[in-house]
Structures are given as C-alpha cells and as structure tokens.
C-alpha cells in the first residue's frame, strides 16, 4: 500500500469493502456537471469527488468558465511560471464549479503533426514538455485541486486510438515519451490518466510495466491511477496492473439520466467507429472487481490500496476536513490572463517591417472566420466563455483608421468529438460569435477590400477535435487561394494562422508578415490587436516544427497509421527538429524560431556546473521578450548508438526594456547530457559536449564547449 496518512489509514481501515468499492468505479453525478464522479461514504463523512474536464478551461456541463488559450500556445510562451499561472486560475475555476479534480495537463508529444489532439499537447520536445507540464500541474495544486496528466503514455494519434499498438523501444519512451510523465510525478501530481492506445501489444490500462512498475514502484508515484473515460479493458488484469479508478464506471444513458440502472448502448452502435471508446465496458470494477476481490484473483491488499490513493488526494485538497479555498470564475484576472497568454504565444515567423501596425493604417480584416474567437479543438476539451473577442471586433476596437471587413470564402466549420458520438445526445451546441454579415462570401470581395486598405489582415484556421486526425496539412477550404489572391492584390498583407499545430504554407514567401496564433480562446480578438499593433510583444517560439507534410519522420503507412492495429515507431527519437538535423533537411520554419519587434545581441556564453550563462543585449528602443534556448550537441557516441545532432536542454523567457543588457542563467537538467542505455540506464559518455545558445534549433548565437 502506498504510503498514506493516519486519517487516510484509519478510514481504509473502517471502509467495509462495499464502501471500498465504491471509491474506485464513477458514477452518476446527481448535480450534472461532473466529467467523473465518486459519491463518497456518508456513514464515515467521506464527501463526494467530482473530476471535470479540462486542459483550456473547466469544462463542466452546461456552465461556462474561462476559455484560455490552447496548451499548444501555451507552450509557445516557453514559460513555466506562466504555465503556472494558468494551471492556478483553471484550479479557481473548477473549485467555483464546485469539482475537486481536473484532467489537465496533456503531456503527450507531438509526434504526429496530424493528431487531432495536437492542440491539447505541449511540444514535439520532452524538455520543453516537461517545464510546461510542471507548471501547469504545480498551478493546479496550488489552489488545492488535483491535477490529473494525461494520457499514460504515447497516445500519439487518434486514429484508431482504442486499438493501436505503439511499438516503440525502451530507450526511446524514457527519451522522448515518459520525461513529461515524469516531470508532472516530480511536481507531486495527484492523479495519472491511462491512455486508450496499447503499448507493445498490451493496453495502457493493463500495463504492469508502465504503471505500477515504472510509475509506482520506480518513480514513487502515491497518487491514483484513472482510466480513460471507457478506457478499462479488463477487471483482474487492470486492477492487477496498478489501475486504481475506472471512469466513468457507468453507461452514457446513466450520465445523461442520472439512473444506473439505465443499460449501455448496444456494441453495434460502436464496435465500427475509429477512435470511439466502447461504453459496454463500463462498470468493470463494479460487480466485476468484488468478485475478483472475493475469490482472490485481485488481493484485498490491492483494492485497500486503491481506496488509500483516491482518499490520499481527497484529503490532500482538504475535501475530509471540508477546509478548501474559495473559488473564482470569470474574474477580470482572468480575463487578463487569458489575452495576455494569447498574445505571448504568438509567434511572428515573419516580418518585413509591416509590423507592428501604426493606429491610422487602414486595414481590411479578411478571412472566413473574423467574426468569431476560435476557442479550440472539439472534444473534452471544449470551454463555453462568458464572452468572447472576435478577430473583427478585437482590431475594431484598437484601430483609429478605417476598419473594413471581408470573409472571402465559406465559413470552417468547427468539428467536435460529440457529433460523433452515437450514444450521446448533445444539443448544447450555440452559435459563436456574431453571425457573419455576408452569407456568400467570394474572394473578389476581399481583393476588393484588400486592394482599398493599407494592409491585409488575413486571419486563416484549421478544424480539429479528439478521436479523428486531420487528413492533410493544408489549410481547410479555399483559404490558400484566398492568401494567394489577397497578397497579389494587397499592398501588404499580414496572414494570422490559427492551427492545432504544423500547417503546410505554400504563400509564406508572397506575404510581408505571418503569425502563427494557434487556438488563442476567449481573447482571440484583443491578443492579436495587441500584437499587431505592437502593445505586446509577439515574443512567441515555436514549440513544434513547421514543415511540409511529405517532411515529417512519420510518413511511411507503417508508422502512421500503422499496419494490422500496430504503429511502428521505427524513427526511434527522432521526432521533429532531430528528425530534420538528423537527416540535414531544412523545415519551413524550425522548432524554437520567433521573431521580436525588438532586436537581441549574445555574447559571453559560459557554462558553470550545471548552469548556463549568456549576456543578451535588447538594441532596440523598444521593450521586448526574448527566449534564450540552450541546446547540447554530445561528442561522438559508442558503436551503435545514435544520437541526436542537438537537443533542447533548457530555455528561459526574459523580458528586456530597450537598451538593457542582462546576463541570463538557465539551469541544465540533470540528464541534459545523457542518454538512456537499456542496460545500464541514464548514462552520460565521456566527451566533450558543445552547448548551443541561441534563438531556435536552426538560430545558434553562442557556443561552449564542456567537458563530461
């Protein structure tokens, strides 16, 4: 049993094993609002413990709550301490919603520029995954909530998500995969989600070696672990591999009706659907588990065990003591923080000076969606805002010149994880945003408004939710030859991309600037006026790389999708800018690439022990936001053994006022020179290492040379 406090002992001791029972399979929520639900134990004061969605804000059933940026852009900000802030104001939110445990953070890399889910994710990058992650699961604790990171481990892909195999060797899990996981454990997560996927033929829910192994035994994880919702693929063998809690523990019908009597869908209403989790499953760790606990295929010890790290985390929050903080939704700092994480993660990839934007610029403000904020992908993740800014109305506000407004083609269309539910009814479905004025847009009308304005502000998207991969990386629609149309006819034309991630860019040298501005939420409007007109600085990284779609590691059928419900992943660690340094390919745009309004000098690089220092230099009259990145370049490895030709190390975002001149430090991990050796371990070859400092993978301002 892990370990526990007396409080916790004393009640595991008291809980007869029907009570016990129940703290480890969900149930129907009687207040509706509830992702997961536990009803307690009245009889001992054990209170009731709801869980809610989600990674960009609290997505309790039919509420709304502050609709923050997507963890892509997130991510882009290279800032823990802001990571911080939000996990922390997400917590205030879920605890005004009266819910005890968020399922955030996401910590799977990008691997897969396709994913449907990218946008819930961090980075193609473990290390910068890992400070983000950290971040955001530390936030969320410091508001006594339970923080619950997600999905336990290479859930890469949803397509075929509940059935794919992920084949991937040990070293390049602990390289790549598990340094997210295992950053969330070192900052005291409370709650680890299994993922759907299979890893090397057995299903994550199942999975001794991962779960209770390494995440219990080896990295001394004391919290609960849950199953993706309908995720639980066994009784004996899930309990037996370490699984504590099966969610929801009951059939859509009971959720909706709040009945648990209420019968599953049939499995032919979803034995077909790719990506589509099969709730016939549910309550395995209802009748199911008492049974095993009776006969002895599951040891009482285990289910005691169970009961300890749910009950740990509720005590822990303050849930037995009824001593929690107040929460708080939809605050003006909220607010704030919502726009000004929007607009620190925008990135300019490009600028030839149109940027930022003089108040009296005429602009026309083009695209098929600026009369709505894009809030986010479909699926758990979807947030209803109590307000929202649209791109139209953000630069309205903003500009003191003329303001006109074209769409140019057909509005995209959101998707949603929920339309494709045969089991679920859901008519919580509103139109966002102001209805567009022009019900048959056509790109000569935006030529037209292009052609009478100072600058074109063409503000482009993609679709994107859980349980379906994107089918291509163009851009939905006619939207690249809208670009195209507008920047020929435009004097100067800005493109403002809002993606799920990487996006193929076929016009980016025809345009005068280009940001990529992900899904940026409720403050959609006012974040990118901030940028544009240079309030903010567009102090953004990119935190995957931009490339074309033939480009990526992952083409061949054999590593994506997979073959025979197996995806290979024969790439091994090299996954995005390793992919690309590896095999000397120069990507669109490379992985930490950004551009400032302001203009930054290195100079004096060191590296002391485990620190690294460098004097930057803002030479502008302006302030600015730079973020210095520390790569390691190792020396020749053993026989054998490949390595990456560079690796993010460490990074520091550092805000500069024009002219000041600051020596930064950032702190190296402690495997930053290491590589795992299935045999030995983390191992460090001796050598000589050259740490890179500079401004992307691809942008190296300074080196030093250490020795190991």
């Given amino acids: 049993m892990t370990d526990t406090t007396d409080r916790v002992q004393r009640l595991v001791d008291e809980l007869a094993r029907e009570e016990k029972l129940r703290l480890v399979r969900g149930g129907a929520d009687p207040a509706g609002t509830a992702t997961g639900y536990l009803p307690g134990v009245e009889r001992l004061d054990v209170p009731e413990f709801r869980l809610v969605d989600g990674p960009l804000g609290v997505r309790a059933e039919d509420e709304r709550a502050t609709a923050f940026p997507a963890s892509l852009a997130l991510a882009a900000t290279f800032d823990p301490d802001l990571a911080r802030e939000q996990g922390a104001a997400m917590a205030r939110e879920a605890k005004a ?63 075929n998500r509940t059935e794919v195999s992920a084949e991937v060797d040990e070293r390049t899990l602990r390289e790549l995969y598990l340094p997210a996981f295992r950053a969330a454990v070192e900052a005291d997560v409370g709650a680890v989600m299994t993922a759907y996927n299979r890893v090397n033929g057995t299903h994550m829910s199942d999975h001794r070696e991962l ?37 929801p523990g009951v059939s859509p019908a009971a959720i909706r009706d709040g009945d648990e009597s209420d019968a599953p869908p049939d499995a032919a209403d979803v034995s077909s659907l790719d990506g589509i989790p099969d709730p016939t499953k549910a309550g395995l760790f209802g009748d199911p588990l008492a049974e095993a606990v009776e006969d002895g295929a599951v040891p009482a010890e285990r289910l005691d065990d169970m009961a300890a790290r749910v009950l740990g985390q509720m005590d822990r929050i303050g849930l037995l003591d009824g001593d929690r903080g107040e929460g708080a939704l939809d605050t003006p700092a909220h607010r704030e923080l919502a726009e000004r994480v929007a607009a620190r993660g925008t990135v300019l ?65 959101d998707v949603s994880l929920f339309d494709l539910l045969p089991y679920i009814d859901d008519d919580s479905d509103e139109e966002s945003g102001d209805a567009a004025t022009d019900p048959d847009p056509s790109i000569d009308e935006a030529v037209a408004a292009a052609e009478d304005a100072d600058v074109a502000v063409v503000a482009v998207r993609d679709a994107t939710t859980e349980a379906r991969d994107r089918e291509t990386l163009q851009l939905p629609g006619r939207q690249d030859e809208l670009v195209e149309a507008v920047a020929e006819a435009a004097e100067r034309t800005v493109v403002v991309v809002n993606s799920s991630g990487p996006v193929e860019l076929p016009w980016h040298d025809d345009v005068a600037a280009l940001l990529a501005a992900w899904y940026p939420g409720q403050a959609h409007g006012d974040a990118l006026a901030d940028v544009l007109y240079g309030d903010r600085d567009p102090s953004g990284r990119l935190p995957v790389t931009f490339a074309p779609e033939d480009a990526y590691p992952t083409t061949d059928e054999a590593q994506y999708p997979g073959v025979g419900d197996e995806a290979a992943y024969s790439e091994g660690v090299f996954v995005g800018y390793r992919h690309f340094d590896a095999a000397d390919a120069e990507p669109t745009y490379p992985f930490g690439h950004g551009h400032s309004y302001a203009d930054f000098r290195y100079e004096a690089a060191d590296v002391d022990g485990e620190t690294v220092r460098v004097t ?93």
């Fill in 349 to 413: 990839l490009e600028n030839d000076g149109v940027l930022p934007l003089d108040d009296e610029t005429e602009v026309a403000v083009i695209g098929p969606n600026v009369h709505e904020a894009t809030l986010g992908g479909g699926g758990s993740s979807e947030t209803t805002p109590f307000r929202s800014v649209s791109p139209r109305e953000g630069i309205e506000a903003r500009a003191d010149g003329e303001v006109t407004v074209a769409r140019g083609v057909p509005k995209i269309e």
């Fill in 211 to 247: 779960v209770s192994d390494l995440l219990k035994d080896e990295w001394g994880f004391d919290g609960f672990v849950v199953s993706d919702w309908y995720g639980l693929e066994s009784t004996v063998a899930a309990a037996n591999a370490g699984l504590d809690l099966e969610m």
């Fill in 97 to 159: 919603h009266d819910q005890d445990a968020l399922l955030a953070p996401g910590a799977n890399i990008v691997r897969v520029p396709h994913c449907g889910r990218n946008f819930e994710y961090f980075s193609e990058d473990p290390q910068l995954a890992s400070d983000l992650v950290a971040g955001v699961v530390e936030g969320i604790h410091d508001e006594d909530v339970v923080a619950t990171v997600k999905h336990y481990v290479a859930n890469n892909q949803e397509r």
């Fill in 616 to 708: 930057v230099a803002n030479c502008a009259d302006r302030p600015g936001r730079e973020v210095v990145q520390a790569y390691v370049r190792p020396p020749e490895a053993p026989d054998g053994v490949e390595r990456p030709v560079r690796e993010l190390a460490c990074s520091a975002a550092v805000a500069l006022e024009g002219g000041e001149t600051r020596t930064v430090e950032v702190a190296l991990g402690d495997r930053a020179f290491a590589r795992y050796d299935p045999d030995d371990g983390w191992v460090t070859d001796p050598g000589t290492y050259t740490v890179e400092v500079g401004r992307s993978s691809r942008d190296i301002r300074e080196t030093v040379e250490t020795e190991r």
